[in-house]
């Protein structure tokens, strides 16, 4: 059975930092690119960040320089650092893996950014 778990999130605030992680098993972790996704109160779900198997990385350009997409492979464990984080960082995070037409989903983790 496959599972994702994402944990790190928390209340913080503006400038502040988190680290975001998410533990899968139940797959070859390391054939999967794994992506952070987020979502807002009444907005549509938006792809943060990704890594490919080869550890390429891109980032949406709200997030560029501040946040960190990183994976160990030993561990099957994906990270999000994010640095700077401001008010409109605030959603729930998710970590999502894909191979071909395999796609697995976290339930997610919230950040909440407030002074």
């Known amino acids: 059975q496959v599972q994702l778990v994402e944990s790190g999130g928390g209340l913080v605030q503006p400038g502040e930092s988190l680290r975001l992680a998410c533990g899968a098993s139940g797959i070859n972790f390391k054939e999967y690119r794994a992506q952070w996704w987020r979502q807002a109160p009444k907005k549509e779900r938006e792809l943060v960040a990704e890594i490919s198997k080869t550890y390429s990385t891109d980032y949406a350009a709200s997030v560029k320089g501040r946040f960190t997409i990183s994976r160990d492979n030993d561990a099957n464990l994906i990270y999000l650092q994010l640095n700077n984080l401001k008010v409109e960082d605030t959603a729930l995070y998710f970590c999502?893996?894909?191979?071909?037409?395999?796609?697995?989903w976290g339930q997610g983790t919230q950040v909440n950014v407030s002074s």
């Open positions: 999502n893996l894909k191979w071909g037409i395999l796609n697995y």
